[in-house]
């Protein structure tokens, strides 16, 4: 049986809803939705504090730096969008672009968005497009006060925020747990040090990231575009690779650059680096089917782990590799 009409009635109800016990109040919140949580977190700053003290389900944010504000969770989206016009504050509607829309007072956007941090602790998706270097410095640190964990960071090929590279810094001091993504092509004497590592980067124009970086990687997905990288640089990687111990998360790589040619060896052969046997072979990762590879070579770590990879030149070089296999070391 849905809870909402039991919540609206709930709601509608002249009761002291602050003087419930603090888990009860965590049992109510549970039952709302993001709308009904924003609602609420509106009648007070206490009620606010309130729904912080109770807790809610792990509604996560997503932010785009324009009028737009996203709640969602195991496939539900609740979507928060801004009016000037008093009388469609607080409508919601479904209509042909979204299933759950909200009006809302937007005001500066970044400044509603620090609202809905009081209120939801997760950010899934931060997006470096719109906005100015000010606001998302501002934005960053006031998320680096709170301890808020941002799940994946988006930058744009094309961002309209001026100075990106400056960003870079203060993107490191973020909790960025899943995903980094940055498209955007940095002026040639960028450089850039990652303190810590999310679980996948995706690089455009990726020539700040050197050999010394992806030896250190952490990370399980790593995908470099426009890479410096070489053939003398990938077989220092796969050495150290086949140790063991070496990149326990590694699951899949993929370096796209002009410098991967056929003038030296890696692991002993020069490239192209392909299984030119029949039938053909096909390996691709049981969760993310796109990372896929047909006709590799098999490669063995020293404890057993089978990683396949694949070298091809032609106009633009690329190599791929995937780990499939992956054995957990001995404790």
């Known amino acids: 049986m849905s809870t909402l009409p039991i919540l ?113 602790r997760i950010v899934e998706e931060l997006d470096v497009a719109f906005g100015s270097f000010e606001q998302f410095s501002k934005a960053i640190r006031e998320l680096i006060d709170r301890h808020i964990e941002i799940e994946r960071i988006w930058i744009g090929c094309t961002p309209k925020v001026e100075k990106v590279d400056k960003l870079m810094p203060i993107l490191n001091q973020l909790n960025i747990t899943q995903k980094f993504s940055c498209l955007k092509k940095f002026p040639s004497e960028f450089r850039h040090q990652f303190d810590k590592y999310p679980n996948r980067i995706l690089l455009h124009h990726s020539f ?57 060896s890696i692991l002993e052969i020069i490239p192209p680096i392909l299984n ?3 039938p053909r072979v096909e390996v691709a990762d049981r969760l993310y089917k796109h990372d896929n590879i047909v ?20 106009s633009w070089p690329e190599l791929k590799f995937l780990v499939l296999n992956p054995i957990a070391p001995n404790t």
């Not at 609206?8 to 039952?31: H, N, R, V, Y």
């Not at 997905?221 to 990149?247: A, C, T, V």
Request: hydrophobic content about 35%; proline content about 5%; glycine content about 8%.
């Open 8 to 120: 609206k009635k709930f709601f509608q109800m002249p009761i002291a809803l602050l003087k419930f016990p603090t888990d009860l109040l965590g049992d109510i919140f549970k039952l709302c939705d993001p709308f009904q949580l924003y609602c609420l977190s509106k009648c007070s700053k206490r009620t606010q504090r309130s729904i912080q003290l109770g807790g809610t389900k792990k509604w996560k944010l997503s932010f785009r730096g324009r009028n737009a504000i996203v709640a969602s969770l195991d496939g539900l989206h609740y979507n928060f969008g801004g009016t000037e016009d008093p009388d469609e504050y607080f409508e919601t509607q479904k209509n042909w672009r979204f299933d759950n829309y909200m009006t809302i007072p937007f005001g500066e956007p970044f400044d509603v968005f620090f609202g809905f941090l009081g209120i939801f």
């Open 208 to 264: 700040w990231f050197n050999i010394s970086q992806l030896l250190e990687c952490t990370c399980d997905r790593i995908d470099l575009r426009e890479s410096i990288l070489s053939n003398q640089d990938m077989d220092m990687f796969f050495q150290k690779w086949k140790r063991p111990g070496s990149f326990p998360n590694l699951r899949w790589l993929h370096i796209a650059g002009e410098n991967i040619d056929d003038k030296s």
């Open 295 to 314: 006709d590799p070579v098999r490669i063995t770590k020293a404890d057993g782990t089978e990683g396949w990879l694949k070298v091809e030149l032609g």
């Open 276 to 278: 030119v046997n029949n």
